[in-house]
T-cell receptor
């Protein structure tokens, strides 16, 4: 039981490049989330998926897109990376949205030059 | 709107001494409160949560938190700190009476426990 896994662990991009961050959970959770963590700002919600087939914007969705591929997988895509997207990205999952404890992956450290 | 504040960027405590990491929140309805811990280069780990009931909540690794409605606080405590408790701690809140809200995290407090 691996919990929440994320790939890659580290990534360096040039401005304008695109990439997809992958997340998978093996806890049969219904809800999944993408956060970004910046120093002194805590975690800010980018997008979430309350259940398979649905996605919704969080606090800071601009510049990102998501896909809930199936119940296990939730990907985050940067279409045209910008230096302001340099951050640590965390994926999380919970059994149901809003009312349940979230479990986090190990994170992806992204640098955009 | 909901918000959470962690007024201290860093807390220093000697091993064996009690520790407190402060958290205050603002919601218009009833709060659902969490504490998470983050060790270096790791994701956040759940410590404890409060939704209703006893104001003193016990969690993992000997941590506890006290919910104080009048002071809108949810401070994290431990009677005797360990060096291994050194990490980044996050408080989070959700307004239970606002169905559209997700979790809001504080900026984090770095706990340094010195031998």
């Amino acid at each position: 039981n691996a919990g929440v896994t994320q790939t890659p662990k580290f990534q360096v991009l040039k401005t304008g490049q695109s990439m997809t961050l992958q997340c998978a959970q093996d806890m049969n959770h219904n809800s999944m989330y993408w956060y970004r963590q910046d120093p002194g700002m805590g975690l800010r919600l980018i997008y979430y998926s309350a259940s398979e087939g649905t996605t919704d914007k969080g606090e800071v969705p601009n510049g990102y897109n998501v896909s809930r591929l199936n119940k296990r997988e939730f990907s985050l895509r940067l279409e045209s990376a910008a230096p302001s997207q340099t951050s640590v990205y965390f994926c999380a999952s919970s059994e149901i949205a809003r009312l349940d404890t979230q479990y986090f992956g190990p994170g992806t450290r992204l640098t955009v030059l | 709107a909901q918000s959470v504040a962690q007024p201290e960027d860093q807390v220093n405590v000697a091993e064996g001494n009690p520790l407190t990491v402060k958290c205050t929140y603002s919601v218009s309805g009833n709060p659902y409160l969490f504490w998470y811990v983050q060790y270096p280069n790791r994701g956040l780990q759940f410590l404890l949560k409060y939704i209703t009931g006893d104001n003193l909540v016990k969690g993992s690794y000997g941590f506890e938190a006290e919910f104080n409605k009048s002071q809108t606080s949810f401070h994290l405590k431990k009677p005797s700190a360990l060096v291994s408790d050194s990490a980044l701690y996050f408080c989070a809140v959700r307004d239970l009476d606002n169905a559209g809200n997700m979790l809001t995290f504080g900026g984090g407090t770095r706990l340094m426990v010195k031998p």
